[in-house]
DNA sequence: TGAAAGTCAATATC
DNA sequence: GATATTGACTTTCA
């Protein structure tokens, strides 16, 4: 499937058609549209299931493709959409793949990814920042919920339907098959295509490539080479391997930043790989990224991590996790957050944020909701802010100069 | 043109 | 069953 333009300019043969042309097609009430855009399940070949790539329209701004309103879009908090959203499907047992589907147009995996480890808007490409403009007017939506409930419903209702026929048919092959996922190697007969079988690298491998990696983060072809023969891989397997993992430690590094300035950011909940407590004893926890500090250490950003690092595990933020409250409706966003639009008749989303405009494109552009109001935990909330405001007012110097080597850290 | 960004989808884990 | 992880791939960008 073609991707979707990063350009400015609304792009016709979008991926996401389904959503400018709802956006565009939307001449008179986009949010009564936008409920009729609930199938019913009888309209949908895939069994009720909606399948990513077809989110839902846009509410508002009717005449605006997604693309025009992401680049019109001021600075949002990313980490404050993805809380909020996570919490508010968390509050209301909706899971990550209906709401992908659904209102992104992603899958499972890519918005989990999206919610655990969102980057900050400015590291953004415009086609990065459309999954958080899109949470950002689903979260403004007043009925954004109850519509994903609608969904569920349809879905459920759907399932028990096929799950009904299929029974009913339980003689006839096809419609065993039907319900069935062809994986390899059991494909029908007709499906001849065999899928390649998935590459797992062992805990030995992976931990070579990370050696490697503390060596020289970019290795030569010839490195590549060298590696992918002492390991038994394919050279492409190393070359993605280091693809990957540069572009995943730079992710946790984005992360370790907004940690680093107050504990604030999906890390607080455990989100963070490299501040989780190793899982498999497969070591992303303290060893790998550890490293990465001295790979570069993005221009010396560590600042403030050596807690972290040292520590070496889970943050005592919990008190987050409460922060803004569990307001299930999400029409009723952290007034604090960027991009909220309280007191402001729900404008959406272009009515809103000046602030963000007058902060700077910065990932320390921390919500003032971050630390929570609740008088609990004022200690650590006051250790927080003072840290806070001091890597704050650090970065913001930092930020003033261009080049890296000049950041005083 | 190579690296980064973004995403999918298989698989692992909870 | 839902969520997290990760190898592979495509698209974007400098």
């Not at 409460?322 to 409706?329: I, L, R, V």
């Not at 008088?375 to 110097?397: G, V």
Request: some cysteine; hydrophobic content about 30%; overall charge negative.
């Amino acid at each position: 499937t073609p991707k979707t333009s990063a350009s400015c300019s609304p792009a016709p043969e979008s991926p996401l058609s389904s959503a400018e042309e709802s956006v565009n097609g939307l001449a008179g009430d986009p949010l009564a549209s936008q409920s009729s855009s609930l199938k019913p399940p009888s309209d949908d070949p895939s069994g009720g299931e909606s399948q990513p790539g077809t989110p839902l329209p846009l509410p508002g701004h009717s005449g605006l493709s997604i693309q025009e309103m992401v680049a019109m879009s001021p600075e949002l908090d990313t980490y404050a959409i993805t809380k909020k959203v996570k919490e508010v499907l968390t509050d209301n047992n909706l899971g990550q793949r209906l709401f992908g589907e659904t209102i992104l147009g992603l899958t499972q995996g890519s918005v989990s990814d999206l919610l655990a480890r969102p980057k900050p808007w400015h590291k953004l490409s415009l086609k990065g920042r459309e999954p958080f403009v899109r949470m950002q007017l689903w979260l403004q939506d007043p009925h954004s919920v109850e519509k994903l409930m609608d969904m569920k419903r349809l879905e459920k209702k759907a399932y028990m339907k096929r799950r009904l026929s299929s029974l009913s048919d339980s003689h006839s092959v096809d419609g065993v098959l039907a319900g069935t996922d062809y994986v390899q190697g059991s494909q029908s007969p007709g499906q001849q295509q065999l899928k390649k079988p998935r590459v797992v690298l062992g805990p030995e491998e992976k931990e070579a490539l990370k050696k490697a990696y503390q060596q020289k983060p970019y290795p030569s072809p010839k490195t590549i080479e060298e590696l992918a023969s002492q390991l038994n891989l394919k050279t492409s397997t190393v070359i993605n391997w280091f693809h990957n993992y540069r572009s995943r430690i730079r992710r946790e590094l984005f992360i370790e930043e907004i940690q680093a300035a107050g504990g604030v950011g999906p890390g607080s909940e455990g989100g963070s790989p490299s501040l989780r407590g190793s899982k498999s004893g497969e070591g992303d926890s303290c060893d790998g990224t550890e490293s990465e500090g001295t790979v570069e250490t993005r221009q010396g950003l560590s600042i403030g991590l050596e807690d972290h690092r040292g520590a070496c595990k889970d943050h005592d933020m919990e008190a987050e996790s409460e922060a803004g409250g569990s307001n299930n409706s999400p029409a009723q966003l952290d007034c604090t957050m960027p991009g909220s639009s309280c007191g402001q008749g729900g404008l959406g989303l272009f009515s809103l944020t000046e602030a963000s405009s007058s902060s700077s494109a910065s990932s320390t552009n921390i919500p003032a909701s971050g630390p929570a109001r609740n008088p609990r935990d004022n200690n650590l909330r006051k250790k927080k802010a003072a840290n806070l405001n001091n890597i704050i007012h650090r970065l913001e110097k930092a930020a003033s100069k261009e080049d890296p080597s000049e950041w005083e850290f």
